[in-house]
T-cell receptor, first 115, second 109 residues
């Protein structure tokens, strides 16, 4: 299947700082990318959907000024967690859609810990 | 968006066949059914996708009845490494993927 690479896999940051997570589709052009957040023992919760070259669509309850999403190219989307707080600590996962099939492919996830 | 319902957990033993059923009563005409596997601290991994009838690949089979209101993922001869959470998702291209609770499969020796 297609490959989505997410970086970094783990990051620890101080409260109040910003963290950027990158999501790259390595062998296909991702016309749509999705960002999810997953807390321990829970399912994935969709945060936002982004289409290349346009503004992201955020799910209800997700602060767009806190979770900045950029999808500047068909192979790269970034999620920036601004002014991070301990409650933002979570597992963040991206997925890309746009390969030859109809399925989406997921990155390996980023474990964010805010101290 | 079609909502999915799966058993919360299942137990099995090595070498057995495991069938996980998912119900999706309000599936739309253009929706596909896709199953993903997730290990702890990893992103979901695509297992199989189907639209109707039966689909088989090297790791699993997917059975979809004619009314498409449910689907069954079949894992032949599971091993300990198949212990994971399995998600059934319903949607089409460009639709956001909404995850249900998933099924936590525990394979015992």
């Amino acid at each position: 299947g297609a490959v989505v690479s997410q970086h970094p896999s783990r990051v620890i940051c101080k409260s109040g700082t910003s963290v950027k997570i990158e999501c790259r589709s390595l062998d296909f052009q991702a016309t749509t990318m999705f960002w999810y957040r997953q807390f321990p023992k829970q399912s994935l919760m969709l945060m936002a959907t982004s289409n290349e070259g346009s503004k992201a669509t955020y799910e209800q309850g997700v602060e767009k000024d806190k979770f900045l999403i950029n999808h500047a190219s068909l192979t790269l989307s970034t999620l920036t967690v601004t002014s991070a707080h301990p409650e933002d600590s979570s597992f963040y996962i991206c997925s890309g859609e746009g390969g030859t099939g109809t399925e989406a492919f997921f990155g390996q996830g980023t474990r964010l810990t805010v101290v | 968006l079609a909502k999915t319902t799966q058993p919360i957990s299942m137990d099995s033993y090595e070498g057995q066949e495991v069938n996980i059923t998912c119900s999706h009563n309000n599936i739309a005409t253009n929706d596909y059914i896709t199953w993903y596997q997730q290990f702890p601290s990893q992103g979901p991994r695509f297992i199989i996708q189907g639209y109707k009838t039966k689909v088989t690949n090297e790791v699993a089979s997917l059975f979809i009845p004619a009314d498409r209101k449910s689907s069954t993922l079949s894992l032949p001869r599971v091993s300990l490494s198949d212990t994971a959470v399995y998600y059934c998702l319903v949607g089409g291209t460009g639709n956001m993927l909404t995850f249900g609770g998933g099924t936590r499969l525990m394979v015992k020796p």
